[in-house]
């Protein structure tokens, strides 16, 4: 009865240890089957998910425009302090009236967690995330960044 | 149970104390444990902690209930969006925002993928840290599907922070549902080969049957969740005992095993993702139309008061205990997170075996370090 028992339990041991190497044995031999990414050298082909969180950038037009009113509810938003709005006083041409605008956008890359609640809180559309990922650099100023392009000014209709 | 074994009764001479960690794969983390051995067998373990604390409760205080969310993901990173959903469950209750059908059918399905991937993630660690390396890819590709149907949706792979107070930040890609349909058409097929692979074979069965038993009453007592409880046999599923969101209409099992002892720690989990794929699947396609974030307040105020939520994430029960003076910002945040009760109960578990069965043992229990340590 011993033996028997013992002999049932190797074979069913047996048996387990085969199966297992049945499925190495079967990747082994479909490569076609095996998924490995071989990033960097896919580089020109991959596509990452649009709405990927990668970085925070400001929208411009053809014209060199944005839709940020500096009205810093995404400097309020952000949980690190990653975003800066630095305002000026534009003035009104055709009222001659004084008005609020955006002169400075900063972002601090290195602080930022991607959270997305900037984002989020802002009103009029202005930033929004793009999907870049390479972001390594030798110096950490260099992360921090300025996001509206030099001599951009506000769109029109933008309240 | 082992018996403790004699030399262990007899001598106090010739003990050894050793460290695994706080630097050390088996681990999994920052996790640094003190080892007295007599010999090969374990007299005592003292988990060290604070190797990774990052003061997440304090850090809370100063940020608005909008902000501290995406903190939490950084607690349990591989039920991060479990942890969102949990705070935004507690702020929601202070609040009484009713939130949409929409946004909660879609945080339960999220909250279920999560739980499959922390789950895969983890059974393949588990094998590897009994010595197989395969598994762990055969996990990652699995996981590798959820992980895209997160960055599609969410916009990240891991520290998602989709969800918001009154329901979802955006709404779902269009993709969503081919995509979660494709996932589960191909993990029915893979399911198999985790079985074929690990659960029958011999080698994995004989160093997981018998070790590391815990008895029930030891669970309790140490406050035990998650599937560690439920491989004593006690009931402890939060989405059955106290049901949010919409649980209480779903049709899924409590895995529960009595045996008590790694391998039943183990199919707990493995017999979870398959109840985790019934919930997605009534899930799916009954994805109700309307919007997915209630209207809320520009600035949040919990009125007065202390708040209290429970969720199951993949590990056990995450409470969320918050003290508001009515301000913006909360008085107190506290966290009860399921690793630092699971992880407590080691010394019971281990003491008296072999120090070869520690890493399996201990394996089972999923512990993540920065959700214990916080
Ligand atoms: S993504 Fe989050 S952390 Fe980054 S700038 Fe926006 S709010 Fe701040
Ligand atoms: S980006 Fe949006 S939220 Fe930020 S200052 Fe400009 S308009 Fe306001």
Redesign the interface.
């Given at each position: 009865m011993f033996l028997k028992d013992y002999i049932k339990e190797v074979a069913?041991?047996l048996k387990?240890?085969a199966?297992?190497m049945?499925?190495?044995g079967y990747y082994f031999t479909h490569h076609k089957e095996i998924?490995t990414e071989e990033y960097p050298d896919n580089r020109n082909s991959l596509v990452?998910?649009?709405?990927?969180?990668g970085e925070v950038v400001m929208t411009h037009d053809e014209n060199n425009e944005h839709a940020c009113t500096g009205c810093t509810a995404c400097e309020l938003?952000?949980?690190n302090a990653t975003i800066k709005i630095i305002t000026k006083f534009d003035v009104d041409e055709a009222t001659g009236k004084k008005k609020k605008a955006l002169d400075t956008f900063i972002y601090h890359l290195e602080l930022c967690?991607?959270?997305?609640?900037c984002v989020?809180a802002c009103p009029t559309g202005a930033i929004k995330?793009a999907p870049t990922f390479e972001h390594s650099v030798f110096d950490r100023n260099q992360l921090t960044k300025k996001l509206n392009n030099p001599g951009s000014k506000i769109r029109a209709g933008v309240e | 149970m082992y018996r403790t074994t004699d030399i262990l009764t007899s001598s106090t001479s010739g003990d050894m104390v050793i460290n695994v960690g706080p630097q050390h794969p088996a681990t999994h983390g920052v996790l640094h444990l003190v080892i007295t051995l007599n010999g090969e067998t374990i007299k005592k373990i003292e988990p060290h902690l604070g190797y990774i604390h990052r003061s997440i409760e304090k850090m809370c205080e100063s940020?608005t209930y909008?902000?501290?969310i995406?903190?939490t993901s950084r607690m349990d990173y591989l039920s991060a969006h479990i942890n969102n959903h949990a705070c935004a469950l507690c702020v929601e209750k202070g609040l009484q925002i009713e939130v949409p059908p929409r946004a909660q059918v879609v945080r339960v399905i999220l909250d279920e993928l999560t739980r499959i991937a922390s789950h895969e993630l983890w059974w393949g660690a588990m094998a590897m840290d009994l010595g197989a390396f395969?598994p762990f890819f055969h996990a990652f590709?699995e996981r590798?599907m959820i992980n895209?149907i997160m960055?599609?949706?969410?916009?990240?792979r891991l520290?998602m922070?989709y969800i918001?107070p009154g329901g979802v930040?955006?709404d779902i890609?269009p993709n969503f549902q081919k995509k979660i349909k494709e996932f589960i058409v191909l993990y029915k097929q893979k399911i198999n080969?985790y079985h074929?692979?690990?659960t029958?074979?011999?080698?994995f069965?004989n160093r997981m049957k018998n070790i590391g038993t815990l008895t029930a009453e030891q669970v309790i007592s140490y406050g035990c969740s998650g599937p560690v409880a439920r491989g004593s046999g006690v009931k402890s599923d939060i989405r059955k005992l106290y049901p949010y969101e919409i649980y209480d209409k779903l049709d899924f099992e409590e895995a529960l095993e009595t045996g008590g002892d790694s391998y039943a720690r183990y199919l707990i989990r493995m017999r979870e993702m398959e109840q985790s794929i019934k919930i997605i699947e009534q899930l799916v396609d009954n994805i109700p139309d309307g919007d997915f974030q209630a209207k809320t307040k520009a600035v949040l105020k919990l009125p007065k008061g202390e708040f209290y939520t429970s969720v199951e994430t993949a590990r056990g029960e995450l409470g969320v205990y918050i003290v508001s003076e009515g301000g913006t910002t909360p008085y107190r945040i506290k966290f009860r997170s399921p690793g630092f009760s699971n992880l407590s109960i080691l010394n019971d578990m281990v003491k008296g075996g072999k120090i070869g069965d520690l890493i399996a043992a201990m394996g089972t229990l999923d512990l993540v370090i920065p959700d214990i340590d916080r």
């Open positions: 069913g041991a387990s240890l199966s297992g049945k499925m190495t998924i990452l998910a649009e709405r990927f969180k938003a952000c949980p967690t991607l959270c997305n609640l989020d995330m | 940020l909008r902000q501290f995406y903190v395969t590709r590798e895209e960055e599609e949706t969410c916009g990240a520290t922070n918001v930040m955006m890609h080969e074929e692979l690990v029958g074979n011999v080698i069965e």
